[in-house]
Nanobody, 131 residues
Framework: QVQPVESGGGWVQAGGSLRLSCAYS??????????MGWFRQAPGKEREFVAA????????VYEDSVKGRFTISRDNGKNTVYLQMNTLKPEDTAVYYC??????????????????????WGQGTHVTVSS
């Protein structure tokens, strides 16, 4: 069992930056490996994929609209994943969720962008970008 907890959301003007953090804990964190993902849900819209990172940190993948503006990273010593968001736009306004996906030993599959692929979810943190 893994419990992700997001923080760092808030209000920012367009063009500004925010860094979200996701601290994950649980009985299996020290014995298993987890790919991590960020998703977001804007008001009145479906939740969508933002970015994901391999358990090792070696591989990342991004949704097209955030490429070049957002950076996902992780510090496994602190069991924390980050989402650095630069050049924010009003359309980035959403609740941002962190999710964990158990990595199967020996798996070479690509990082996942579908919600159903992730096993554990945080409660979300609000990001509001004003124009």
């Amino acid at each position: 069992q893994v419990q992700p907890v997001e923080s760092g959301g808030g209000w920012v003007q367009a063009g500004g930056s925010l860094r979200l953090s996701c601290a994950y804990s649980g009985r299996t964190v020290s014995t298993s490996r987890y790919d991590m993902g960020w998703f977001r849900q804007a008001p009145g819209k479906e939740r969508e994929f933002v970015a994901a990172i391999r358990w090792s940190g070696a591989t990342t993948v991004y949704e097209d609209s955030v490429k070049g503006r957002f950076t996902i990273s992780r510090d496994n010593g602190k069991n924390t994943v980050y989402l650095q968001m630069n050049t924010l736009k009003p359309e980035d306004t959403a609740v941002y969720y962190c999710a964990a996906r158990l990595w199967a030993l020996g798996s070479t599959s690509d990082l996942k962008s579908e919600e159903y692929e992730y096993d554990y979810w945080g409660q979300g943190t609000h990001v509001t970008v004003s124009s």
